[in-house]
């Protein structure tokens, strides 16, 4: 007697092979386009930042200026990556420091990205455009509760920022560096006393803030 032998559609002998090859064949197309719709969110020149209207980050680093060396948390708020405000806390390393802690807070323009999306020059690399769209001018008030005559001071600020994405994309890991120079209501100390870097490694996320209408 001839031995029985399961035959699958297509004269395939074993049918969990058929069935393999139907179930591959379904699922390839599918994951193809999967890809291909990520990889065009982020081939637009967008990058994640229209998944929502607000840019929040967090920011953990330090402040170096004549002075020494400083710990520095700070946070921002930027609307649809344009307009936003910050806020930093700056307490010195150095137990004799002539600013022993600070605390300012401003407002932050980002003028680069709409003009440059609308324009279609954001053209990628992901990395290069997210970081010439960081560029930021900033400014707003300041406090510090000690310097050279046992006084603290208030004042205003100036700065010019940018950041780094370590990842391909508006929300995630960030690297920012930013230049300040202080406008203090007195000037007991030297010129260079005004002047701070603030280097941050900082996590953004994108997200919804305001209703949909």
């Not at 520095?72 to 708020?77: I, L, N, P, Q, T």
């Not at 609307?79 to 401003?106: K, N, Q």
């Amino acid at each position: 007697m001839t031995p029985f032998r399961a035959r699958g559609p297509e004269g395939y002998r074993h049918p969990i092979g058929a069935v393999l090859v139907v179930l591959i064949s379904l699922l390839v197309p599918s994951y193809g386009a999967s890809a291909e719709r990520s990889a065009a969110s982020h081939d637009d020149g967008v990058y994640g930042r229209f998944q929502g209207d607000t840019d929040i980050s967090l920011k953990l680093g330090g402040m170096i200026r004549d002075a020494g060396l400083a710990g520095s948390v700070g946070g921002s708020m930027h609307y649809y990556s344009l307009i936003g405000i910050t806020g930093d806390y700056s307490e010195s390393l150095v137990a004799d420091s002539l600013h022993a802690r600070s605390v300012s807070v401003g407002m932050e323009l980002r003028p680069f990205f709409l003009p440059r999306w609308a324009l279609g020059l954001e053209r990628g690399p992901a990395w290069l455009d997210l970081m010439l769209d960081s560029a930021a001018m900033g400014f707003g008030a300041y406090f510090t509760d000690a310097e050279a005559d046992g006084r603290g001071s208030r004042g205003a600020w100036l700065s010019l920022g940018v950041g780094a994405p370590l990842l391909a994309s508006a929300s995630g890991p960030w690297l920012e560096l930013r230049g300040l120079r202080r406008f203090p209501d007195h000037d007991s100390l030297g010129a260079d006393a005004h002047n701070a870097l603030l280097l941050y490694l900082s996590w953004h996320h994108v997200l919804q803030l305001t209703p949909d209408l």
